[in-house]
């Protein structure tokens, strides 16, 4: 089992940056892959990137790829979505998940966190 607990959301305006925290108990989180998630208001949930145990990182965009870098520190049990030049359109409520190794979805999930981006 992992409970992911996020932070670092907030209100910032067009072109500044945030950093995500995501921080997780449980025993098994060097081994799991992390994520990060996003649902925009009125929108399903989208993929924006993710590293797996040894490191390897994935990205849903080369525009994300750009502006956001996805990173994890196993000995704090922790996962980081540092974000720059933020756009209004970044606005969504970023959600923290876990998979376990070989499975194909996600069984972890946070609460998330609301980022907010203003013109």
């Known amino acids: 089992q992992v409970q992911l607990v996020e932070s670092g959301g907030g209100l910032v305006q067009a072109g500044n940056s945030l950093r995500l925290s995501c921080a997780a108990s449980?025993?098994?989180?060097?081994?799991?892959?992390m994520g990060w998630f996003r649902q925009a208001p009125g929108k399903g949930r989208e993929f924006v990137a993710a590293v797996t145990r040894n490191g390897g990182t994935s990205y849903s965009s080369n525009s994300m790829k750009g502006r956001f870098t996805i990173s994890r520190d196993n000995a704090q049990n922790t996962v980081y979505l540092q974000m720059n030049s933020l756009k209004p359109e970044d606005t969504a409520i970023y959600y923290c998940?876990?998979?376990?190794?070989?499975?194909?979805?996600?069984?972890?999930w946070g609460q998330g966190t609301q980022v907010t981006v203003s013109s």
């Open positions: 998940a876990a998979k376990e190794p070989y499975n194909v979805g996600w069984d972890y």
């Open positions: 449980g025993r098994t989180f060097r081994s799991v892959t």
